[in-house]
């Protein structure tokens, strides 16, 4: 959009160049302030910067999409109408979506069967983006929605973590498949792992390929599916960075991360999960969608924080993680991620990033603790504290 920007200032005459020159300068003025804001969490003023942008530029590409919004016959609106009036228009017409554009339901009949060969699950909707082939037992209007926060999520990790690991950008391309049916998830998962009807998620390294569901008797809890496909796809983030970064995968490439202890391997997905805004990820927000994996999970940290020990947890390895603990375990380590990044006003954030910076050979507790410069014990009284008197309540607003 800057470069149109630009084309447009040089073709102007001279009178009109230097007020469009100043425009251009204002526009990326107000960018960087909603990157301020964002950075800060404080949403209303991101918002306010975006529309600044919009009034110097109504049909600035980047104001729009980062404020959810999507052009639909030449003008801006919120991203699930656009989609909605253009599934509308599209179904008149008799076409529908399937992969990445509107095709006539004979054809999109062809290549469903072509698929269903392959892929065996009888999926109904296709959707690809960029970095993603996703499969999806719900409507297409969801499943695009999904596709839309899961490359922002890509965006997200990118820019996050950009300043701690060396990412560039990848062009590997990660299978999704989204189940309505738990039962048939459990069935496909179930060869590879022992599965209850807690697990909603999986990521198969082996194939790069995410599988999403969410719990039997909840198929059409969407904001929980988010969650999951979020959380997942951090795995697959976290292999695939692993891969571009051969020196941190083990000699049998059975590494998912760059040999993050298990506590950092749950914690960090969540942290994202937990950040969806709109079909942005804004990691330190704790989302305002109600989400049931997220009340669950506050619940249970509020019951728990008072006799967990958080030193306890980071030295398990995954068997331990998940069989002493489990569910509460992803719930403190979150939170725990969540306080070293921005709890204490950003206090222990550039220690903990330091932490993460060697973690492909520094991984124990007693690194983090040199890291952070501040004894496991103290951090962990300072943890109790602000998870009761900041995390919680700001949840339960």
């Known amino acids: 959009m800057l470069k149109s920007t630009l084309l447009t200032i040089l073709s102007l005459s001279p009178l009109n160049w230097q007020e469009t020159a100043e425009n251009y300068a204002n526009i990326k ?13 404080n949403l209303t003023k991101r918002e306010e910067a975006f529309r600044k942008v919009i009034e110097i530029d109504p049909d600035n590409e980047e104001a729009h999409l980062r404020l959810d919004e999507k052009k639909y016959q030449a003008k801006w609106m919120p991203a699930d109408e656009a989609e909605a ?22 054809k999109a009949d062809e290549l469903r069967e072509a698929d269903r060969k392959k892929v065996k699950w009888g999926f109904t909707t296709k959707v690809d983006t960029e970095h993603l082939r996703i499969f999806s037992s719900y409507p297409v209007n969801f499943t695009r929605k999904i596709s839309a926060i899961l490359e922002n999520e890509i965006s997200a990790y990118r820019k996050f973590y ?19 049916d738990w039962k048939l998830f459990s069935e496909q998962i179930s060869r590879w792992l022992q599965i209850h009807e807690g697990v909603t998620g999986y990521y198969r390294w082996t194939n790069l390929t995410l599988y999403v569901s969410t719990s039997a008797g909840n198929e059409n809890d969407e904001p929980s599916i988010i969650h999951t496909a979020v959380h997942e796809l951090f795995h697959g983030l976290d292999h695939v960075l692993a891969l571009a970064n051969s020196r941190y ?6 590494s998912l991360e760059f040999k993050f202890p298990t506590w950092l391997t749950e914690s960090r997905p969540n942290h994202f999960a937990h950040s969806i805004f709109g079909r942005q990820i804004i990691p330190g927000l704790i989302s305002a969608t109600p989400n049931r994996l997220l009340t669950d999970g506050l619940l249970t940290l509020q019951t728990a ?57 520094k991984n124990k507790p007693k690194h983090l ?4 410069g501040v004894k496991l014990a103290e951090v962990e009284n300072e943890f109790r504290i602000y998870v009761k008197k900041e995390l919680v309540p700001k949840v339960k607003k």
Request: aromatic letters at 16%; a negative charge; hydrophobic letters at 35%.
């Open 29 to 41: 003025e107000w960018l960087k302030l909603a990157d301020k804001y964002e950075a800060q969490l």
């Open 85 to 106: 009036l253009e599934e509308k228009e599209n179904n008149e017409k008799g076409l529908v979506y399937y992969g990445s554009k509107w095709i006539t339901s004979e």
């Open 162 to 180: 950009g300043k701690t690991w060396n990412l560039n950008k990848t062009t590997t391309v990660l299978r999704v498949f989204i189940f309505k």
């Open 249 to 254: 995968v083990l000699s049998q490439l059975s």
């Open 305 to 361: 924080i008072e006799s967990v020990q958080i030193t306890e947890i980071l030295p398990m390895d995954e068997m331990t993680f998940q069989n002493k603990g489990g569910y509460v375990n992803y719930c403190v380590t979150w939170a725990f991620v969540y306080f070293l990044f921005h709890g204490e006003n950003g206090r222990y954030s550039k220690g903990f990033n330091k932490f993460l910076s060697n973690v492909h050979s």
């Open 369 to 372: 603790e040199e890291a952070l």
